[in-house]
């Protein structure tokens, strides 16, 4: 049975980091695209960033601020946020796929999601 399982967020100010981290079980996703959505309250879940075969993507309001990384060994995928602004406050999800990176019609598998909260 595939799990994902997101840890790592919570409330931080406005200029504050965060770190995510996603371990996958189940089996093993080497060959897969890990990523990263967001949604905020709402509004639709939102590609945030992905990472496959050593190539990264980010959505252009975190280029620069986010980092996304992957341990293949652990099945682990990482999220390195730097200065988060309040408009990143969103519950935060991991999600594992084959398809178009930035779709969430191109993962077949999710986390349960972890809440960020950005304070201005």
């Known amino acids: 049975q595939v799990q994902l399982v997101e840890s790592g967020g919570g409330l931080v100010q406005a200029g504050g980091s965060l770190r995510l981290s996603c371990a996958a079980s189940?089996?093993?996703?080497?060959?897969?695209?890990m990523g990263w959505f967001r949604q905020a309250p709402g509004k639709e879940r939102e590609f945030v960033s992905a990472i496959n075969w050593g190539v990264t993507y980010y959505t252009d309001s975190v280029k620069g601020r986010f980092t996304i990384s992957r341990d293949s060994a652990k099945n682990t995928v990482y999220l390195q946020m730097n200065s988060l602004k309040p408009e990143d406050t969103a519950v935060y999800y991991c999600a594992v796929g084959r398809g178009l990176y930035d779709s969430v019609n191109g993962y077949n598998y999710w986390g349960q999601g972890t809440q960020v909260t950005v304070s201005s």
């Open positions: 189940g089996r093993t996703f080497s060959t897969y695209t």
